[in-house]
């Protein structure tokens, strides 16, 4: 009984986090980045995952997944669950601040600082959805989105692997 309570409280959740217009706003902005973006890296060949589905999938599926897990499950959660980690300034929260600040330092173990530092914005945005919807599904939907359409467009380049 108890299972499929959460059952439906799981479905309620995710049909709040569709009928969300920010979450599609936030989807959408991906977008006008990857246009910017294309002013500075030239776009790979649309093909390119075909050539190497392993690498495309680890970027897109795999670690967007396991990152989600680990920084806005695990991290924002227990920071969260303390008093001070709700403190917020705007819609950004210590907890997501402190999450933000360990996901960018994992990612300048091997990207380049600017590549790293990037993943500010993005990050600060999942960990806003995961306080919005109470939920880590929401954030990794984006972040699979957003890897999806930069690592499609842009390739793999050294800096990424």
């Known amino acids: 009984m108890a299972g499929s309570a959460s059952g439906l409280s799981a479905r309620r959740a995710r049909g709040r986090a569709a009928a969300d217009p920010l979450l599609w706003l936030a989807l959408a902005a991906a977008l006008p980045v990857w246009a910017v973006i294309a002013w500075w890296r030239p776009l790979a060949d649309p093909a390119w995952p075909l050539a190497l589905p392993a690498t495309f999938a680890l970027l897109v599926l795999v670690y967007p997944v396991v990152e989600e897990l680990v920084f806005r499950g695990a991290l ?23 999450t933000t600040a360990a996901f960018v330092s994992l990612h300048l173990l091997y990207q380049p600082w600017a590549w790293a530092l990037a993943v500010v914005a993005p990050s600060l945005v999942f960990g806003y959805f995961r306080e919005r919807h109470g939920s880590v599904w929401t954030p990794i939907v984006l972040h699979v989105t957003y890897n999806a359409g930069f690592f499609w467009l842009f390739g793999v380049g050294e800096e990424f692997v």
Not at 76 to 93: C, D, E, I, T
């Open 76 to 98: 924002q959660g227990a920071l969260l669950s303390r008093a001070w980690g709700r403190r917020r300034w705007g819609p950004v929260s210590l907890a997501n601040g402190l």
